[in-house]
Structure formats: structure tokens, C-alpha cells
């Protein structure tokens, strides 16, 4: 007996039921998504005057868009979530690309900042704060770009600028 596939989706009527619902008609994305790197971003600058926050920067986990719907308290996040699945490619390849470098800027991050607490230099460790949550607030700004239609991308002089490479 041949599998069964689900049909496939109806692209119009799933742009008509994300209408008014914070996820963008045209690249089925949702800006609430960014709520989750917003926390690593604070508590990055945090670190310039509180260096024992870097606990809390490690504990930061990625968290896939799914998942972050999953766990949140958005009203329509199982439509968020069909949304994203359906997203069309260009948006979709260029999100998940900049979501990947965003988690690595993170890392980095955290990575560079607890190197600088060891050195005990506050001087240091407020720049090297402040470059970190920079360097991902950045990633957050091209992502809220294509959430909203702007098929940004960065190119690799771009993406090796802004990673420090």
C-alpha cells in the first residue's frame, strides 16, 4: 500500500490566517522569535559592570524557532511554528543562516568575556561586553530584516567583519 503525504499546504490561506497575528504575511516569519536572543544581548552588557553575570551567559542556551514557540506564551504559536515550516526559501535559508551566526556570535562571546575576567582588567572586560552584545545585536537587526521582507544577507567580508576573523 503506497504512503499517504500530506497534502500540500495552501500557501494564500496561510498567509490570510497570519494576517494581524505579528507574523509576516510574505515571509511567514514572526519577529517574537528575536525575544529570545534579546536576553543574551542584556545580560552580555551586564557583564561591563556585574563581570559575575557571565553565569547567566553561559547558562543562555540556542534555542531553535520551534522550540522557542513551543515554550512560549505567543496566543498563535502553533501557527508560528506551520508558518515557519512553510516560510518561503530565499527568507527561510537567509533567517536560519543568520540565526546560526547569531549562536555563534554568543558563543564567541561568552567565550571572549570570560577570558578577559580572568585577566581581571575591567577596562577589558567592559569592551569585549560591549563588542559581544554589539556583534549580535547586529545578526538580531539583519534577522528582523527579513522577518520583515528584506532578504538580507551578509556576505562573507561582512560575516568575517563582524566575527572578529
Known amino acids: ?98 540565526v546560526e551566526l547569531a549562536n555563534e556570535a554568543v558563543a564567541m562571546g561568552v567565550q571572549r568575556l570570560e577570558e578577559a575576567i580572568a585577566k581581571g582588567q575591567p577596562g577589558l572586560i567592559a569592551e569585549v561586553a560591549r563588542q559581544s552584545s554589539q556583534r549580535v545585536q547586529k545578526l538580531m537587526d539583519v534577522c528582523g530584516a527579513i522577518i520583515h521582507g528584506r532578504a538580507t544577507t551578509l556576505n562573507q567580508a561582512e560575516i568575517d567583519q563582524l566575527m572578529g576573523n
Open 1 to 98: 500500500m503506497p504512503i499517504m503525504s500530506e497534502a500540500p499546504i495552501d500557501l494564500a490561506r496561510l498567509r490570510q490566517q497570519v494576517e494581524g497575528k505579528n507574523i509576516h504575511t510574505e515571509t511567514l516569519l514572526a519577529t517574537d522569535y528575536l525575544n529570545h536572543f534579546n536576553e543574551i544581548v542584556m545580560l552580555l552588557d551586564m557583564v561591563a559592570d556585574m563581570p559575575d553575570m557571565i553565569g547567566d551567559c553561559k547558562a543562555w542556551k540556542p534555542k531553535s524557532y520551534s522550540d522557542h514557540f513551543r515554550d512560549s506564551t505567543f496566543v498563535e504559536k502553533e501557527l508560528a511554528i506551520q508558518a515557519y515550516e512553510h516560510a518561503p526559501k530565499a527568507y527561510r535559508q537567509s533567517f536560519d543562516r543568520t
